[in-house]
């Protein structure tokens, strides 16, 4: 059974401050007591709007625990690896 025992307060905290400091405008759905549940949402400088939600248990790379984000873009029709807070930012922002 999936589990996200990893999207702890602490690491949606370090999402946050991610999106913040990429210069993205964002908000949560004010699930962190239910990860599976949990939902943010950002826009990137074109104005699209992305999703993005804590990686399942079995999606975390073995080789580094950090990488738990994952984002999607509708208009864009993609969806990003499973990523660390940073990265997914990065990733959002610099989309063409």
């Known amino acids: 059974m999936a589990s ?12 946050g401050r991610a999106l913040t400091e990429a210069g993205l405008a964002w908000s949560d759905n ?3 007591d239910a990860p ?4 943010y949402t950002a826009t990137d400088p074109h104005g699209r709007t992305w999703r993005i939600s804590p990686a399942t248990n ?11 984000w994952q984002a999607s873009c509708g208009a864009l029709a ?8 940073r990265k997914v930012a990065e990733a959002i922002k610099t989309a063409p």
């Open 4 to 15: 996200f025992e990893h999207a702890t307060p602490e690491r949606c905290a370090q999402l």
């Open 30 to 32: 004010g699930r962190q």
């Open 78 to 85: 993609t969806t990003t690896p499973v990523l660390s807070a």
């Open 58 to 68: 079995f999606q975390i790379p073995t080789s580094n625990s950090a990488q738990i």
């Open 36 to 39: 599976q549940c949990l939902t």
